[in-house]
């Protein structure tokens, strides 16, 4: 079994950055795509951003380009949501997906194998 965690969540002011984390266990990490969601009160879960297993390609949503951040260090099994220029939009639970599949990086909830708890951000004004 896959076991996915996220950390790194928390309180911050518009502006601020966060780094989020997700290690994942029990799999063949570097042969993952892996993608971080985010699902807000009332809304529906959304895509973030996704990085292919080698790591050369990614792929975020518009409203997130150009503040956000994804990584994978391979390595540690890990992979990164760096956070800058954060926003009250921003607020939500994060979630860390991966994807076993061969194939470009996936944007689809239903695409993701493998899924985390979740880790709180607030951006608060």
């Known amino acids: 079994q896959v076991q996915l965690r996220e950390s790194g969540g928390g309180l911050v002011r518009p502006g601020d950055s966060l780094r989020l984390s997700c290690a994942v266990s029990?799999?063949?990490?570097?042969?993952?795509?892996m993608g971080w969601f985010r699902q807000a009160p009332g809304k529906e879960r959304e895509f973030v951003a996704g990085?292919?297993?080698?790591?050369?390609?990614?792929n975020y949503l518009n409203f997130v380009k150009g503040r956000f951040t994804i990584s994978r260090d391979n390595a540690k099994n890990t992979v990164y949501l760096q956070m800058n220029s954060l926003q009250p939009e921003d607020t939500a639970v994060y979630y860390c997906?991966?994807?076993?599949?061969?194939?470009?990086?996936?944007?689809?909830?239903?695409?993701?194998?493998?899924w985390g708890q979740g880790t709180q951000v607030t951006v608060s004004s």
């Open positions: 997906a991966a994807d076993a599949s061969v194939g470009p990086v996936p944007t689809r909830l239903y695409e993701y194998d493998y």
């Open positions: 029990g799999g063949t990490f570097s042969r993952y795509a």
């Open positions: 990085i292919s297993w080698g790591g050369s390609r990614t």
